[in-house]
């Protein structure tokens, strides 16, 4: 092979690193043309390398930004393909016999669509604040690690029709029809996966309405959401939700370890659990039926704090549930809800979604899927070094991306051509992003591994430069 046939070589090799992760993430897209797939992953690559919401920071060259324009701008380029190619990819990576799938919504508050009336308005309906509403579901392995988005909604919100009460709007009037949209389509895209895990959705008290209890008497896979409505139970008594949980008898006691939050002591709370099957009730009069589920309860019964209240969940769920063990598997489940939460804040924090200029809503849709994606690639990396420290960093991060941090913070490696830990790597990349150890207040979090990759990206280009160079 003679030299200029090493340099081409080396430069494929070096494409073909730079567009790894992107183009697992979306490689599988179909978008009418092969040439638009690969705009696709390299776009998304670039925007996992410098995760920024605003295109002109992650693309700096004029013909890169030029391209990254009109690809979200292509009215060929539909949400839906783009996308689905990501929800099939999540869950091929599961390789347990259940993958949880937490489902949440946000909104996005778009300073740049304050009087853009192709925008909606944020929070309340006289809400000053204009942007979009996002319902978003990832799948997440057995030991909360996120695998990747497997669904997602975006609308723009308008002002509800007075006159009418929401109880009696049709499904497709109300915002919770996105709720099963979501699920709908994670559910599809997990069959054509192939994947043998089963899904198990995780919804909280904003799912708990009655199509998507019926849904989950007519799905193949779990679904577990949160409580809302004290309804009328047919059994094990005529009576209501409550009340016929909390007159079962304790299944049993575990401990829990409650972390600070805003309004909350770090503690080992004493829970105690109950759980029955149960016939409930969905509507009133000629309209109503009943489904057959089960409901959990767990509730704090050691002495709280000052001024707080017991941590308590009462849970329903279409998986079986007879023993202690069941039920705390209920309750771990949806204990993994709150890691949608975090992939939103990843998602407004980190990557910075809500700084786009883009002007048209699909435009948005397109690039803010491609962050998303990114996001939960940040909350992987955070969970993975947590989750399985000793596992190789190869297990998320790219070749060229390990060589780089090799060379900054450990030559010697390098030049053996060494693979460090995951845990080693984040940390690596978190030191990047400003994490001081002990004193940033516990392991490394997205905010710091999201920096650190954006001083890492141009370390991984000088060397991939060098390396096409043929030196």
């Known amino acids: 092979m003679n030299e200029t046939e090493l340099r081409c070589a080396a430069k494929r090799t070096q494409k073909a690193d730079c567009v790894a992760w992107g183009a697992k993430e ?6 009418g043309d092969a040439r638009r797939t690969e705009r696709l992953t390299e776009m998304a690559a670039a925007a996992s390398a410098n ?24 009215d060929a380029v539909l949400l839906d393909d783009v996308g689905h190619a990501a929800h099939v990819a999540c869950f091929r990576r599961g390789e347990s016999s259940v993958v949880f799938v937490p489902v949440d919504g946000s909104s996005l508050s778009l300073p740049a669509a304050k009087d853009n009336p192709r925008f909606g308005p944020v929070g309340t309906d006289d809400s000053t604040t204009r942007g979009v509403e996002v319902m978003s579901a990832i799948a997440l392995d057995e030991d909360g690690t996120p695998l990747g988005v497997c669904g997602q909604r975006y609308w723009v919100r308008k002002k509800a029709s007075k006159g009418r009460k929401a109880s009696r709007r049709r499904l497709e009037e109300k915002e919770t029809r996105h709720w099963l949209d979501v699920l709908e389509q994670a559910l599809e895209s997990h069959k054509e ?16 309405f009655r199509e998507a209890l019926l849904w989950a008497c ?3 896979a779990y679904l577990t959401v949160r409580a809302a409505q004290d309804r009328r139970v047919m059994s094990p008594d005529d009576t209501k939700l409550w009340d016929a949980v909390e007159s079962c008898p304790v299944l049993g006691e575990y401990e829990l370890t409650v972390p600070k939050g805003p309004r ?17 009730v969905l509507g009133e009069g000629k309209e109503s ?7 959990v309860h767990t509730k704090e019964v050691s002495p709280t704090p000052g ?11 279409n998986r079986e549930v007879r023993t202690l063990d069941e039920a705390r598997r209920v309750i771990y489940g949806y204990s993994l809800r709150w890691r949608i939460e975090e992939v939103h804040k990843t998602w407004k924090s980190t990557c910075n979604i809500e700084v786009s200029a883009l002007e048209e809503p699909a435009h948005l849709y397109i690039w803010a899927t491609m962050l998303f994606a990114v996001a939960v690639r940040i909350e992987r990396l955070k969970r993975l070094a947590r989750a399985t420290p000793a596992s190789p960093a190869t297990v998320e991060l790219r070749d060229d991306e390990i060589r780089a941090l090799l060379a900054l913070r450990d030559p010697k490696a390098y030049a053996r ?14 030191e990047l992003g400003g994490y001081i150890g002990k004193s940033s207040g516990g392991p490394p979090g997205a905010i710091t591994i999201g920096r650190g990759l954006k001083k890492l990206a141009p370390v991984v280009q000088a060397l991939n430069n060098v390396s096409q160079s043929g030196k």
Request: net charge negative; proline share 6%.
């Open 26 to 31: 979306f490689g599988g897209a179909i978008l």
């Open 51 to 74: 995760p920024h919401g605003a295109i002109t920071a992650v693309f700096t060259g004029s013909a890169e930004r030029e391209g990254a324009y009109r690809f979200v701008e292509n």
């Open 193 to 208: 996966s192939g994947s043998s895990a089963v899904p198990w959705f995780q919804l909280d008290r904003g799912g708990d």
């Open 218 to 220: 007519a799905v193949p």
């Open 264 to 280: 909350r002591t770090a503690r080992n709370a004493q829970m105690e659990v109950r759980a029955t099957p149960v016939v409930l």
């Open 289 to 295: 039926v009943q489904v057959e589920l089960y409901a």
């Open 307 to 317: 001024g707080e209240e017991p941590v308590e969940w009462l849970l329903l769920t």
């Open 417 to 430: 051509h060494n693979v460090p830990t995951i845990a080693k790597a984040v940390l690596w990349i978190a």
